[in-house]
Nanobody
Framework: QVQLIESGGGFVQTGSSLRLSCVAS????????VGWFRKAPGKEREFVVA????????YYSDPAKVRFTTSRDNAKNIVYLQMNSLKVEDTAVYYC??????????????????????WGQGTMTTVSS
């Protein structure tokens, strides 16, 4: 098993940047691909980005491609989500999730929440105009 704790959210103005962190504990972290999802008030949860177990591969949703970047440091058991030029519509609870790697699989299917085995509690990001 792996436990995930997100941090770094907050209240910011449009155009600001934030870096979210997802710290893992428990099982070997490099056994897991990691995804970021978000849930805005009154909306369905949506996929943001995923990073492979090694950090070498990433898969971004279209909205995240331009302004968001993910990376990971397996030595520190941490994954980052760098969010730049934040917009009001980025307001959401951001979750990280871990998917135990099977035969090195990674790809577009990482956008499906059902792919993931473990979830964090989320960190709230509010962007105000």
């Amino acid at each position: 098993q792996v436990q995930l704790i997100e941090s770094g959210g907050g209240f910011v103005q449009t155009g600001s940047s934030l870096r979210l962190s997802c710290v893992a504990s428990g099982d070997n972290f490099d056994n897991y691909n990691v995804g970021w999802f978000r849930k805005a008030p009154g909306k369905e949860r949506e996929f943001v980005v995923a990073v492979s177990w090694s950090g070498e591969d990433t898969y971004y949703s279209d909205p995240a491609k331009v302004r968001f970047t993910t990376s990971r440091d397996n030595a520190k058991n941490i994954v980052y989500l760098q969010m730049n030029s934040l917009k009001v519509e980025d307001t959401a609870v951001y979750y990280c999730a871990a998917d135990r790697v099977e035969e090195g699989r990674f790809g577009a299917f990482m956008s499906f929440a059902d792919e993931y085995d473990y979830w964090g509690q989320g960190t709230m990001t509010t962007v105000s105009s």
